[in-house]
């Protein structure tokens, strides 16, 4: 039988039960690709990060409960709270390696943890027949990143009351839909939605401000941007540009620890 060590911690938040769950799995060395997607879909969060330390290093990569994808905030931001607070990670940087993604940088300070991650490339695209059918309102601008669709709306009131289609979101070619807006009491609201990935509605979504940062700091003018992802369980995230580069802050509380037995 094999055993492995299943951690479980709710991501941008300092209350449990809210922000985002993740599942951290760590590892000594990586095992079949099958086995970690039965485990993540066995542990049906939207993400389960592995994690494989080399030297001072450690190699990461994570699955929903269908597919492996190339970045994920809140399970790195979990994974490093994990390392930090329960595998002996000594110094307050951690340096994650993901294949997909390359470097990532996790620091920890009094205020909580922050990622340092690639900023999302992204382009203005039309909005199309195939967009307008995805919510019961009509965006003001859409775009295009790596992997993401994101649209923008007038206003917070929009991205709370809007009505998500999911049989024509899951037709977009892409991991899922970012929805934004300027906030009223904070800078930015969001929510994400990629039932093509498994994941109907993600509580927070870490690597989408990748997107939502460049995108807000050129619109609002300003540099540190605070943020609020508007599902049911909400998350809390301070960000901030730097170069190509962005700056992903918030906190962590851990759920449960235990094990995974593979006979």
Known sequence: MSKYKLYQVDAFTDKLFMGNPAAVCPLS????????????????????????KRSEKYEIRWFTPKVEVDLCGHATLASAFVLFNYENHQGDCIEFFS?????????RDDKGLTLDFPIDEYY???ISEDILSCF????????????????VFENE?????????????????????????????????????????????????????????????????????????????????????????VEISGQARLYLKGDINIE
């Open 29 to 52: 060395e990586w095992i079949d690709d099958e086995i970690m997607q039965k485990i993540a879909m066995e542990n049906n969060l939207a993400e389960t990060a592995f994690i494989v």
């Open 124 to 126: 203005n695209i039309t």
């Open 99 to 107: 294949p997909r993604s390359g470097a990532l940088n996790v620091r």
């Open 157 to 245: 009131a929009d991205i709370i009351n809007i009505k998500p289609q999911f049989e024509f979101i899951t037709k977009l070619k892409g991991r899922g839909v970012i929805i934004t807006a300027k906030g009223e009491n904070i800078d930015f609201v969001s929510r994400f939605f990629a039932p093509q990935s498994g994941i109907i509605e993600d509580p927070v979504t870490g690597s989408s401000h990748t997107t939502l940062t460049p995108y807000w700091t050129k619109k609002l003018n300003k540099e540190n941007l605070s943020a609020v992802q508007l599902s049911e369980r909400k998350g809390y995230l301070q960000c901030k540009l730097s170069g190509d580069r």
């Open 136 to 151: 019961d309102k009509k965006p003001i601008e859409a775009y295009k990143g790596k992997t993401d669709y994101m649209l």
